[in-house]
């Protein structure tokens, strides 16, 4: 926590990021229906009218119907989770892992935009899908280099 660090003479990982120039990222977990996209327009709202800047804000549910904060990035542009279902013969679980599959195979360049970007923004939002494979996946792998700067970890609902 921010004002622990801090008061143990550490600077706040928020602070330290922002010192060094870089953006402070935010990837949402949860489970499904938890309300992780509905915390990632409220955030991004808060967000902007306190600090003026929009955040950098990335979907990587593919199963989501409508997003209601502005991505930056969406998978939804990249993947058709509703093809890959069909192609492969997948149940909604197997389609939301395999494009979240597919699209790691481009999440260099996605890295790249974020880092590009995100020093301008002050925060990066990151929406994640609920199921519980995605995650474990999640934090376990590369979304942890998501953070152009610190990475806080929120978690929607019970964890």
């Known amino acids: 926590d921010d004002k622990a660090a801090a008061t143990a003479g550490e600077p706040a990982p928020a602070a330290a990021a922002a010192a060094a120039g870089q ?3 935010c ?3 949860g489970m499904a229906g938890s309300g992780k996209t509905t915390l990632v327009q409220r955030l991004a709202a808060h967000l902007q009218s306190t600090t003026g800047v ?3 804000c990335v979907n990587l549910d593919p199963a ?3 997003v209601p904060f502005g991505a930056n990035i969406d998978i939804r542009d990249t993947v058709k989770y509703k093809e890959i279902m069909s192609q492969y013969k997948l149940g909604p ?3 939301i892992m395999t494009s979240l599959n597919l699209f ?3 999440f260099d360049q996605v890295l790249g935009f974020i880092e590009k970007r995100a020093p301008q923004r002050k925060y990066v939002l990151v929406d994640t899908p609920g199921q519980i494979e995605v995650r474990y996946q999640a934090c376990a792998c590369g979304m942890r280099h998501v953070a152009c700067g610190v ?4 978690c929607a609902g019970r964890c």
């Not at 990475?151 to 929120?154: F, P, R, S, T, V």
């Open 23 to 25: 953006a402070t990222a």
């Open 54 to 56: 929009k955040p950098y």
């Open 64 to 66: 989501v119907q409508s």
């Open 104 to 106: 790691a195979t481009r």
């Open 151 to 154: 990475l806080a970890c929120l």
């Open 93 to 95: 679980n197997g389609a």
């Open 27 to 29: 990837l949402l977990i």
